[in-house]
């Protein structure tokens, strides 16, 4: 069993800086690529930041130099720093992985609960 565990959501004024954590846990062999996900209310999910085991990036255009995603590949962690937020970055924030679990041979794609980001004044 594999889980993913983000934190480091809120509520923050335009212009402000916030950090999200995500940590992979459980029974895993190794992981590969992870990233950032987001969906806005009544919006299709979308990506904003991924970060390859070999520490690769790509972003979503609409954060870029705004957005760093960052990777502890001893934690099994990432972390997505946002600055000089917007409204339009307000939505609910989702972790992905690819993992392989201890005795499969195959990756299979794992989501966090999700973390709330507001950006309003």
């Known amino acids: 069993q594999v889980q993913l565990v983000e934190s480091g959501g809120g509520l923050v004024q335009p212009g402000g800086s916030l950090r999200l954590s995500c940590a992979a846990s459980?029974?895993?062999?190794?992981?590969?690529?992870m990233g950032w996900y987001r969906q806005a209310p009544g919006k299709q999910r979308e990506l904003v930041a991924a970060?390859?085991?070999?520490?690769?990036?790509n972003y979503a255009d609409s954060v870029k130099g705004r957005f760093t995603i960052s990777r502890d590949n001893s934690k099994n962690s990432i972390y997505l720093q946002m600055n000089s937020l917007e409204p339009a970055d307000t939505a609910v924030y989702y972790c992905?992985?690819?993992?392989?679990?201890?005795?499969?041979?195959?990756?299979?794609?794992?989501w966090g609960q999700g973390t709330q980001v507001t950006v309003s004044s």
């Open positions: 992905n992985a690819v993992c392989r679990p201890l005795g499969s041979q195959f990756y299979n794609v794992y």
């Open positions: 459980g029974s895993i062999f190794s992981v590969n690529d």
């Open positions: 970060i390859t085991s070999g520490g690769s990036t």
